[in-house]
């Protein structure tokens, strides 16, 4: 998938596409069939209904979405009308377009969730070799735009790793559950055909094995219907906020010490990179200036997705439901196109050790040192590091934790 408004798109593969949703959708349909057949609820029968729908339905499915809201009501159609006589009364039988749908983009997501893990771990290991070797490398610290006082670039390295680390903490600790609720999220439909079909002595029992057994199928986590609760939606974004919040910080600061009249760092020579279109002396510092780009719109995006939920009305929303889909799609693939952009600036950093130095010589930023050794009538230390190995240290044993985890 690309996009020439947002370069990089597709860096974000096939994760949340048309065509990779549908899929997730038949397989939510599949898996919940499968279900009901193990609960003795539906003939048994063969349950994998991904060979009915063929790569051309994916358009004509879309085009038709418009009539009833959502895609699920064609493809239900769709799915009866190619499964023959004998499975299609039971296709799609105590669900309703909402479980669908939201049960398939937490399907969708938590391959999102996996790439995102492994780019966040590559990154940690980055960070944390850049804050090892660089832990006693000078450079100036800057405050509110000015030279502040002596630092290294470990130290900062390792504030931009602890940053990541949060981002990971954050994502590590989403869960993807199903949404299996039926028409008004009570199993209703699926009570009664426990009641009718089977006898059983505790329907609603059953009913919870079959919503049980249909989340395991997709592996996703088992949750009572949170129809209109829509915490699973927001904490995902929040966490995929986390991750663009994580990074726009490290881009910022590329931006920032990448300028000719500092020099500090420089992002990744290529073929290309950074060119512009008329002045043919630049070197724009592109990967950090899209990550930015990434960082900046995605909390607007998860924004829209907590208005949503704080809107969500009765038992399905009237619109409130219907924005987070794209809205979750766009900020899930953004999020991956800037932790690939991420990993990749981070990976061919380049540090000017010279430079760092000549900045820092070019003037004196020890005066609150001096104070100190006046004030208390000892000479000062040879530097003014502080506790940079401590920090750092701590640091790196946190990156170990997360990676060893």
């Not at 003939?43 to 209904?49: C, G, R, S, T």
């Not at 879309?62 to 009308?81: F, H, K, M």
């Not at 590590?172 to 999220?185: D, N």
């Not at 000892?378 to 990676?403: H, K, M």
Request: charged share 20%.
């Amino acid at each position: 998938m690309t996009n020439l408004l947002w370069p990089g798109e597709e860096r974000a593969g096939e994760h949340m596409t048309d065509p990779a949703l549908l899929q997730a959708m038949v397989a939510v349909e599949s898996a919940w069939l499968g279900a009901l057949m193990a609960a003795g609820l539906a003939p048994a029968a063969e349950v994998d209904l991904r060979p009915l729908v063929e790569e051309q339905d994916c358009a004509r499915l879309a085009c038709g979405a418009e009539d009833g809201g959502n895609p699920v009501i064609g493809l239900v159609a769709l799915l009866r009308q190619r499964a023959g006589q004998a499975l299609s009364p039971w296709i799609h039988r105590g669900l309703t377009s909402q479980d669908v749908i939201d049960t398939a983009l937490m399907v969708a997501l938590r391959g999102v969730i996996a790439q995102l893990d492994d780019q966040l771990a590559t990154q940690i290991d980055t960070l944390s070799a850049l804050a090892d070797a660089h832990r006693g490398t000078p450079m100036v610290a800057r405050t509110l735009t000015q030279h502040a006082a002596p630092t290294s670039f470990g130290a900062k390295a390792a504030g931009w790793l602890n940053g990541v680390l949060d981002a990971h903490d954050r994502l590590v600790a989403l869960r993807t559950p199903a949404q299996f609720g039926g028409a008004v999220g009570t199993w209703a439909a699926t009570v009664e055909l426990a009641r009718s079909g089977s006898g059983a002595a505790d329907p609603a029992e059953l009913a919870e094995r079959v919503v049980r057994t249909a989340a395991t199928t997709l592996g996703l986590d088992y949750r009572v219907p949170w129809h209109t609760a829509r915490g699973p939606v927001t904490v995902a974004a929040d966490a995929l906020v986390a991750c663009t919040d994580s990074w726009g910080h490290i881009a910022s600061d590329i931006v920032t010490l990448a300028r000719p009249e500092i020099g500090e760092l420089g992002e990744p020579a290529g073929a290309g990179r950074g060119g512009s279109s008329s002045m043919t002396h630049k070197r724009n510092p592109v990967l950090s200036i899209l990550i930015r780009r990434a960082a900046l719109a995605a909390p607007p995006l998860a924004a829209t997705l907590h208005q949503a939920a704080a809107l969500a009305n009765d038992e399905r929303p009237d619109g409130a439901w219907h924005v987070e889909w794209d809205t979750l799609r766009t900020l899930a693939r953004r999020t991956l196109v800037a932790g690939s952009q991420c990993g990749e600036l981070l990976a061919g950093l380049q540090v000017h050790a010279g430079r760092m130095a000549e900045n820092l010589s070019a003037e004196d930023l020890l005066g609150e040192q001096r104070a100190i050794a006046e004030l208390t009538g000892r000479e000062p230390s040879p530097t003014y590091f502080g506790a940079i190995d401590r920090l750092i240290d701590e640091s790196l044993r946190g990156a170990r934790r997360a990676v060893d985890n």
